[in-house]
């Protein structure tokens, strides 16, 4: 038996992690439709930023803070096999593998920043220098905190986000699923995907937001969401993990709320 079956899921993520998510949910037995709160853009900077970073033999340790770090970051590497190389998480530890590249330091637990800051190699930084592979913007608690440690960061800005601008025809045949009750939950991976979700939204759409589930990955994307005024039920999963989402949902759909 599908144990998701009956349950419509609106996934939100960019359209390249969007696909691989709802394949597994659909195995499930859930239907999926698709909403990208947030695109994916390189910035090409190419040689000029190879030749700002310098030798990368030079640095202790070079960080990828996500899948897309390594899809548009890899190539800084040069094939380079023996760089010691950390990963914020086991998306993105599983990228690099596939990249050809050995991960010697993730967290021991968890996804995040202060998951990887916890591990006893980044506790004695001071005097290393680390390149930290990232998107544009974003969270910095993990720069400034190796930097409080008296490391030497240097950062690689290789791509951007950039709020989604989904047509009027895309938000008026969501609407329509809404509307028909074929979507039961919103996953939302990071609190920007759902301020972007929930600033595109037209006011009949907020309000259906508000009546369904919201799966977020962690406290602070449940607070980021309460923050912006949505009541909704939140379902909060181990991860943003596209297993521990889907695990998540099995959970909620097995207890009496979720039948």
Known sequence: MHPLRGIGVLVTRPEQ?????CRLLQIQGADTFRL??????????????????GALENYDLIIFVSGNAVRFGAALLDQKRELCIAAV?????????????????????????????????????????????????????????????????????????????PSEADLEALQEHFASDEVHV??????????????????????????????????????????????????TAASAENQDLVAALIRWRSTESGA
């Open 186 to 235: 919103i996953i939302a991976t990071s609190a920007e995907i759902a301020a972007n979700l929930l600033d595109m939204a037209t006011p009949a759409l907020r309000g259906e937001f508000a009546r369904v589930h919201w799966l977020v990955p962690s406290a602070r994307v449940a607070d980021a969401v309460r923050a912006h005024g949505l009541q909704a039920p939140l379902l």
């Open 89 to 165: 998480g086991p998306a993105t530890a599983h990228a690099l593998n596939q990249a050809g590249y050995r991960v010697a330091v993730q967290p021991n637990a968890g996804f995040d920043s202060e998951n990887l800051l916890m591990h006893p190699q980044l506790g004695r930084v001071a005097g290393h220098r680390i390149l930290l592979i990232k998107g544009s913007g974003g969270r910095k608690l993990l720069e400034e905190e190796l930097r409080r440690r008296g490391a030497n960061v240097v950062v690689a800005e290789v791509y951007e986000r950039v709020r989604s601008s």
């Open 17 to 21: 992690q969007a696909m691989p998510l």
């Open 36 to 53: 990208p709160a947030v695109d994916i853009k390189p910035l090409e900077r190419g040689r000029a930023l190879a030749a700002r970073l």
